[in-house]
Structures are given as structure tokens and as C-alpha cells.
């Protein structure tokens, strides 16, 4: 496809539960960004790949998410044991060096 | 800590009228900044960026400027449009960092009146 695709949209997890968020990148961009939006906020930086390299993980709120993209393609970020405060939408982000990222739609993640 | 606020919630223009949305920041490594337009169910897309180097960028009928000494930026959109009710984001790049690591403002959610 042309852009950044998420999927699934949507996913509703009970508490407890593990989760994993797909992310296309756009065909040969080298960077791919995660971030975390939540209700009436800003998106948050999650983490940083660079092909299959993961740069920067910083933004990662704890050791229950995780993120990879073992080809340099494809990106998953999961989340283990779900809790409430994990709900919100996850964004991914695209772009080749040192441009502008292009976003996927999200993945609007309910913990119930 | 917000290192970008955007503090207007919301902003209500009408149609052929200036849009005015403001942006301040505090971290002074953050030297690219740039705004992103937002639709419902959508991702940002982004709109327009300016170097720290410059203090003002166009692009048709939107232009970005910066005031360093005030860590301020604004984005003008002239004439407003209807097609232009979104929520604009404004995030900011610390040098040496990758463009797409950025720190987002809250949002201003603009509404143009026809």
C-alpha cells in the first residue's frame, strides 16, 4: 500500500491479557517510530527503529511493552498483561533518514 | 513535564478569516519543529516544519514562524478553510535525533465556520 498501515484498528483485551499491534511501514523507509496517544493528549514517543536496529526505546513506560522488527520491515508492538492505564491508541510512524514521518491510522486499544 | 504546550484547547474562525495556532516549548536542544493536521480516526499528517535556523517557512497558504529568544512558534493559515477543521498538533526535534522522534503539544482543535 501507499501509506502506513496498523491493524488491527481496533482491539478491546481484558485485563491480564497480551497484545500484539502490527505496523507496515511504507516500502523502503528505514525508520519506524511507536508512539502512545492517549484520550485528549499528544502522541508519545515509544520507541525508535532503524531498520531492524531498535536505536531508542526510552519512551517504553515499562518492561510489559515490547517492540520489534527483525526484518527491518514489519514492526509488532506488544504489550504483556494488560492494565487499564494501557488504553489508548498506538500510533506507528514511518520515514526514511532525516525526514518527515508519515503516520499509519492507529490501533485504538481498550483494556477492559 | 510538558516540554511543548499548545495552550489553547480550541480555536473557532470563520471561513476567509486568519487561523492563528500557538505553540511554546521549554527544551532549548529542540531546534526543528514542525505541525501535523489531524482528522478523526485518523493519523497526523503532517503539514509543514521549519529549521531553528529560520524564522519563518511558507507553503501556500500556511506559514510557520519561530521566535527562539521566546521558545514560541505559531502557525498562520490564510485564508481559513473549511477542509482545515482538525486538530493541529505542534511537535518539536532535539538535534541529532532522528525527525520522527518528536515531542507533541496537547493539540488545538481549530473549527472554520462557513
Known amino acids: 500500500g501507499a501509506g502506513v498501515s496498523q491493524s488491527p484498528r481496533y482491539k478491546v483485551a481484558k485485563r491480564g491479557q497480551d497484545v500484539a499491534l502490527r505496523c507496515d511501514p511504507i516500502?523502503?523507509?528505514?525508520?519506524l517510530f511507536w508512539y502512545q496517544q492517549a484520550l485528549g493528549q499528544g502522541p508519545e514517543f515509544l520507541t525508535y527503529?532503524?531498520?531492524?536496529?531498535?536505536?531508542?526505546k526510552s519512551g517504553l513506560p515499562s518492561d510489559r511493552f515490547f517492540a520489534e522488527r527483525p526484518e527491518g520491515s514489519v514492526s509488532t508492538l506488544k504489550i504483556q498483561r494488560t492494565q487499564q492505564e494501557d488504553s489508548a491508541v498506538y500510533l506507528c510512524?514511518?520515514?526514511?533518514?532525516?525526514?518527515?514521518?508519515?503516520f499509519g491510522q492507529g490501533t485504538r486499544l481498550t483494556v477492559v | 513535564d510538558q516540554q511543548v504546550k499548545q495552550n489553547s484547547p480550541s480555536l473557532s474562525v470563520q471561513e476567509g478569516r486568519i487561523s492563528i495556532l500557538n505553540c511554546d516549548y521549554t527544551n532549548s536542544m529542540f531546534d526543528y519543529f514542525l505541525w501535523y493536521k489531524k482528522y478523526p480516526a485518523e493519523g497526523p499528517t503532517f503539514l509543514i516544519s521549519?529549521?531553528?535556523?529560520?524564522d519563518k517557512n511558507e507553503d501556500g497558504r500556511f506559514t510557520v514562524f519561530l521566535n527562539k529568544s521566546a521558545k514560541h512558534l505559531s502557525l498562520h493559515i490564510v485564508p481559513s478553510q473549511p477542509g482545515d477543521s482538525a486538530v493541529y498538533f505542534c511537535a518539536a526535534n532535539a538535534g541529532g535525533t532522528s525527525y520522527g522522534k518528536l515531542t507533541f503539544g496537547q493539540g488545538t482543535i481549530l473549527t472554520v465556520h462557513p
Open positions: 527503529f532503524q531498520n531492524e536496529a531498535q536505536l531508542d
Open positions: 510512524a514511518s520515514s526514511f533518514l532525516n525526514t518527515e514521518a508519515f
Open positions: 516500502s523502503g523507509h528505514v525508520s
Open positions: 521549519i529549521s531553528s535556523i529560520k
